[in-house]
């Protein structure tokens, strides 16, 4: 399947890579229009414009990374910063607004105390509530 609108979030951690690595992927194959979008969680006892000067470094370092990864692929990306109290519901508003095709996320499946492995909350309230297919980028296996 093809898609023409692709938003892919990115953050500080190694695994964003990966789900940069699918976006592209799939945005080559038609010239598509891929976002990526870093968002800078702020605390609730902040107000949203608060001075964030490490996290605005941290978003930059990643959207370059992101860019770089798109130029080797040949795709044009559209870097956005965002700054929101939780990156889930950002995401899932940001898509709404992009009338995305589909979101790829990056997810490091967490050790639950049973045992069992499942994703982190922003995954799952992208997941949960996305406008859009959403595609879980987990990194290669060892």
Known sequence: MSYRRLLVPVSAAPDSDRAVEVACWLAAERAAELTAVF???ISPLLPLDA????????ARRALHRAQAVADSFGVHLRARKIRAREAGPAIVDLAGVLDAEIVVIAA????????RSRFGTTVRQVLAKAPCPVLVASPPAA
């Open 108 to 115: 490091t499946r967490r050790r639950h105390t049973y045992g």
């Open 51 to 58: 001075r964030m000067d490490e996290d605005e470094v941290v």
């Open 39 to 41: 968002v800078i969680e």
